[in-house]
C-alpha cells in the first residue's frame, strides 16, 4: 500500500521557517509529480507547489513565490517545502499528493502536518 507521510509541522513565529517532508514509501515515486497543498480552517484546499516528475521543472502559487522552495530527493523517495519568512495566514494545514503525469489525477494523499505561524 502506498503511503505519503509530512512532517515538519509545528509553531513558528512570523518570520521564522520551516521545513517539511514528505516521504513516500513508493517504488515509482519517480514516474510522480509531488504537489504541496494548504488547508485553512473554514476554507477550501489551496495549491501551494509543484514539483514534477523529473525535479527539473517547479511551480509556485503566488501567495508563496519567493518565500517557499520546493525539491524532491529521489533516493530518499521524499520531497520537501522549505518555508522561510512565514506568516500568520500561511497557518494550515499542509499535505502533500502525488500526481499522475499523463492523467492529473492525484493518486495519492499524506494525512496533513499542522503549520502556525503566530504574529
Known amino acids: 500500500q502506498v503511503q505519503l507521510v509530512e512532517s515538519g509541522g509545528g509553531l513558528v513565529q512570523a518570520g521564522g521557517s520551516l521545513s517539511l517532508s514528505c516521504a513516500a514509501s513508493v517504488r515509482t515515486f519517480t514516474r510522480y509529480n509531488m504537489v504541496w497543498f494548504r488547508q485553512a480552517p473554514g476554507k477550501e484546499r489551496d495549491f501551494v507547489a509543484h514539483i514534477t516528475w523529473s525535479g527539473s521543472n517547479t511551480y509556485y502559487a503566488d501567495s508563496v513565490k519567493g518565500r517557499f522552495t520546493i525539491s524532491r530527493d529521489t533516493a530518499k523517495n521524499t520531497v520537501y517545502l522549505q518555508m522561510n519568512s512565514l506568516k500568520p495566514e500561511d497557518t494550515a494545514v499542509y499535505y502533500c499528493?502525488?500526481?499522475?503525469?499523463?492523467?492529473?489525477?492525484?493518486?495519492?494523499w499524506g494525512q496533513g502536518t499542522q503549520v502556525t505561524v503566530s504574529s
Open positions: 499528493a502525488a500526481q499522475f503525469p499523463s492523467t492529473g489525477r492525484y493518486d495519492y
